[in-house]
């Protein structure tokens, strides 16, 4: 076909088109996996629970940090109407000393307490749990500060050790690696919070009043729901006097992730937007450029759709290439990136950015369409009669 004998005899100039289309996929591809990654490293550990819903206390605004549920509370979310199961969920902030080039280096990280349900963390390396006393799961990327199985950690405060004993993925929090522990480890390393890194028994008056209201509590509750029970039914049932999410709705609703996010997109759609202004532009000057061939075509008893499907067949076959091409930059450019890096791509997310790709490539192609449109046949005959 003459669209594509047109696309092998202009490869430089076709390849240009190819190559800037080929950036601007690999950028929205790149802004898409980072959204997905920042989501991840910001709510990972908090998103990824095995729960129809999550119940934090009230006015805690859906806050790991804000949110406490003594075992009182703990005790009525189980007995819920409609609840099958009810597990804690405890959350902590610690610094882990590490042992960098320049010797002892601090992190921070966060220390998660499970009730429950250690198969809802996907095996690296390792144990998967239960676990035992001082044990912890570790997400992968506290491997980036030295940190390897086996390997004994010290957390304050409270100055305690814990042992990774084994390695998670796509389980951090606030950026920071997650480790996770047994619910009796959690509540000994949130009551040294409590008590700015004392243990219980060396602030007695304080230490046995902060002990008995965290023994059998946890930061939220992971609720398991019969079937035909929803969140908003459980979170009737329990009259107002907590707030419930599902880990999805709590993993955004948290540390400006609703803005963050919101930002991003914004960049994406700006991305896509340049797109169809890259593709429309180029294809609107090579359509000028052709004007006496496209007379003559015209001239010949070629129609205006015949010639504009095919600027569609070359559209299409270009862009499939830029496509091709700007994935496999962005696939290059995240494997070149560190592992603390908030990349992650999700398959479904890229083949949304295809079709959005295809769809803006289709509307760019409407400034040649109006030009297409615009050239008169007669031009090639006075163009022949000079």
Known sequence: MLPLKE??????????IVLAIALVV?????????????????????GSLQADALVFQKDSRVALERSFLDSQAMEEIRQAPGVKEAYGVGHVAVSIETRGGSGVESIDARVF????????????????????????IADVTARAEGIQLGDTIRISPGDRGLTVVGFTENRRYIMAPAFYVNMPTWRTLYLASVLGGGEAEEVPAAGAAVGKEVDGAATIAA?????????SDLAQRLSGDFEVATPADAALAANGMDVMVLAVNGIQAVSLLIGALVIGV??????????????????????????YRGLLLQIGVLVTVAIVA??????AAGASMPPTMAFDPR???WVLTVLAVYVMAGVG?????RSILRVDPATALDSGDH
């Open 7 to 16: 696309l092998t005899h202009s490869k430089v100039r076709f390849g240009l």
């Open 26 to 46: 690999s950028l929205t591809m790149l802004m898409s996996a980072m959204a997905e990654g920042l989501v991840t490293g910001m709510t990972g550990a908090k």
């Open 113 to 136: 307490g499970l009730g429950g349900h250690w198969a809802q963390l996907p095996g690296v390396e390792g144990k998967s749990g239960p676990l035992g006393p001082d044990e912890a």
């Open 223 to 231: 609720v398991l729901l019969k079937d035909g029970t929803v969140v």
């Open 282 to 307: 180029f294809f609107y000057i090579t359509t000028l450029h052709k004007t006496g061939q496209i007379a003559a075509l015209k001239a010949l008893g070629a129609s205006n759709r015949y010639l």
């Open 326 to 331: 700007g994935a496999l930059f962005a696939l």
């Open 347 to 349: 398959p479904g997310a």
């Open 365 to 369: 192609s409407l400034f040649s369409l």
